[in-house]
């Protein structure tokens, strides 16, 4: 050890030595970065090939000297046209034009957007998968993630991806509790065990009292609120849980509960008072998600826009 330290010898000498480390090291880190970025274009490489489809088109984009924001743009517009294997074909191009991880990282995620809308789920994972190799804390990267898992029903990964956006600051407790009682439901337990299971987690859980509701109404112990089933009630053909005052109010104004009352809700009263002057009137819903504001023509945990959970809201209005 006494060899490195260099005030006990010439300070030349001493010099020299640290000056030859220096060069060791610099060379040693210059030959892994090219070993590196070898295996990273290798990678890269394998990745195009894999999903890249030749066109004449293709082969205009890639010999034209467009940047990386012009073909991203153009993708954009692509794929807003529905044109996915445009979209794809271009972002593929960029993908190969660009050194830059953080364009590599927003290319890699916009091919995964362009695959889930495509139905390609699995090329969607691969992507999202890829964009999270460059930035593994990308909370958007991983709640894309989280919605392909879904569609797979891939429920353990979904779970796994709940995970690590806990890790990074979300708020992940009903939603765990809905993927568990989902992953529950698809098993392929007994009836009665799953329904148990189900039940165990839906307390207070306004998602999983919608689902119990859904499919498991009379064995239910815990009623959701009216405003989160109001669709699901103007199924029903019998009155159920008139104690709620909101639930009562509901099945009197669609004459099916008898019990005087009166009504507060303004929409109920005009459908009760349709209703007893014999004008067929019913309520018709849509779905509006209260982070983007989309609207969608049936129910969803996760909005089908921009994905978010448990946003819905539901808007009703009395239709004649
Ligand atoms: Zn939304």
Redesign the pocket.
């Known amino acids: 050890m006494d060899f490195f330290f260099v005030e006990y010898r010439d300070p030349l000498f001493g010099l020299i030595v640290l000056a030859a480390l220096v060069f060791i090291m610099a060379s040693s880190h210059y030959v892994w970065r090219i070993f590196a970025n070898k295996d990273q274009k290798s990678k890269l490489d394998r990745f195009v090939k894999k999903f890249e489809i030749n066109s004449t088109h293709q082969q205009i984009l890639k010999n034209a000297n467009l940047s990386i924001e012009n073909l991203n743009f153009l993708a954009q517009i692509f794929t807003k046209s529905g044109e996915f294997e445009k979209a794809v074909g271009i972002y593929l191009i960029a993908l190969k034009k660009t050194n830059e991880p953080s364009q590599k990282e927003f290319i890699f995620f916009s091919l995964a957007q362009v695959y889930l809308k495509a139905g390609f789920l699995e090329r969607s994972v691969e992507a999202l998968l890829n964009a999270l190799k460059i930035k593994a804390r990308n909370k958007e990267s991983l709640k894309l993630l989280k919605i392909v898992y879904l569609k797979l029903k891939d429920f353990n990964k979904v779970l796994e991806v709940l995970e690590c956006l806990f890790e990074l600051g979300e708020n992940i407790y009903t939603e765990k509790a809905l993927i568990k009682a989902l992953k529950i439901q698809s098993s392929p337990k007994d009836e009665k065990e799953k329904i148990k299971e189900i039940l165990a987690l839906s307390k207070d859980n306004e998602y999983i009292l919608r689902l119990c509701f859904l499919y498991y109404k009379d064995k239910i112990t815990q009623m959701p609120k009216f405003e989160n089933v109001i669709d699901l009630l103007n199924e029903c053909k019998t009155p159920l849980n008139l104690e709620d005052e909101k639930y009562q109010e509901f099945f009197y104004a669609k004459n099916l509960s008898y019990k005087s009352i009166v009504i507060k809700n303004q929409k109920l009263k005009i459908l009760k008072i349709l209703n007893d002057n014999k004008i067929n009137a019913n309520l018709s819903f849509t779905y509006v998600?209260n982070?983007?504001?989309?609207q969608n023509h049936l129910f969803f945990y996760y909005?089908p826009?921009?994905?978010?959970f448990g946003?819905c809201e539901i808007y009703y209005e009395v239709k004649v």
């Open positions: 998600c982070n983007c504001k989309n909005c826009f921009c994905h978010e946003t």
